[in-house]
Each structure stands twice: as C-alpha cells, then as structure tokens.
C-alpha cells in the first residue's frame, strides 16, 4: 500500500505554489466610474500642486455626473461613456488664484472639452483626443 503522504505533500505543495503565484499578479484595470482620479499631467506637462490650492482630480459618478477640481476652481457637468467619453454642460465656479494655477486650470477644462475616448492601463487612466492623443494622465487615488 502507498503512503498518502507521498502522494499528498506533492498536491499540497502544487496547491501552495500556485496561490503564492496567483497573488502575484497584477491586479486589473481600474473602474472609470466612483473613482477620485488624481491629475498627473496636462497635455504632457506635470501638475503643479499648489499647497492653498485644490487639488486637480475628476470624479465620475455611475449616472452620467462628473465633478472635481481643476486646481483653482470646482466644477460639474455630466458625461457620456457610450462611445469613448466625452463631458457635457461643464459648469464651475469663477475663484481668482495665482496665475500659475489658472494657466492650468483654463488648459484642464481644455482638456475635458476636447476629450472624446479614454483609455485604462491598471491604476491610470489617458483622457484622449480626437486625434488619439494623451490630453491628461490621471491616477487613481484610495482615500481613506
């Protein structure tokens, strides 16, 4: 008769290496919507974070609501992700900041307006052009 041992620390090792192996790959891709994502460049420019300022971020809600920050002033509007992205009726508030931060704020709201798809590599997402081009790299962040 043959030991189980011999035929059951094999499987169990298989077992073991394969999990260990499981949880080491990389975790999917982001959901567009209920995510805070984090500006981290316009039109291939780094944000600047202004410590008094707010900071850029956009957040889509699940029935067609957008709203955020463009790092001077708060803005909503909606969206539609039927075909690519593409924001609509974008209304925000009209603050005075430096003029660093309004140069980015004006080339953010740009950048909603000519966004017509997105794309989501893990935990980043690229608002697109018409053109295919990258108009703002955006990152998600987990608030606590």
Known sequence: MEDPM????????????????ASQ?????????????RVLEINGQ????????AEPHIVLAPEHRAHGSDGCNRFTGGYDDAKGLRFSRLASTMMACPLPVMQQAQKFMEATTATVN???KG?????????????MRLEVVFLK
């Open 6 to 21: 011999r035929t059951l620390l094999p499987a169990l090792m298989l077992a073991l290496g394969l999990t260990a192996c």
């Open 25 to 37: 790959l990389p975790a999917g891709d982001e959901p567009l919507t209920n995510r805070y994502w």
């Open 46 to 53: 780094p944000v600047r974070g202004e410590n008094s300022q």
């Open 118 to 120: 997105y794309r989501i």
């Open 123 to 135: 935990k980043n997402l690229e608002l697109l052009d018409a053109a295919g081009r990258v108009r």
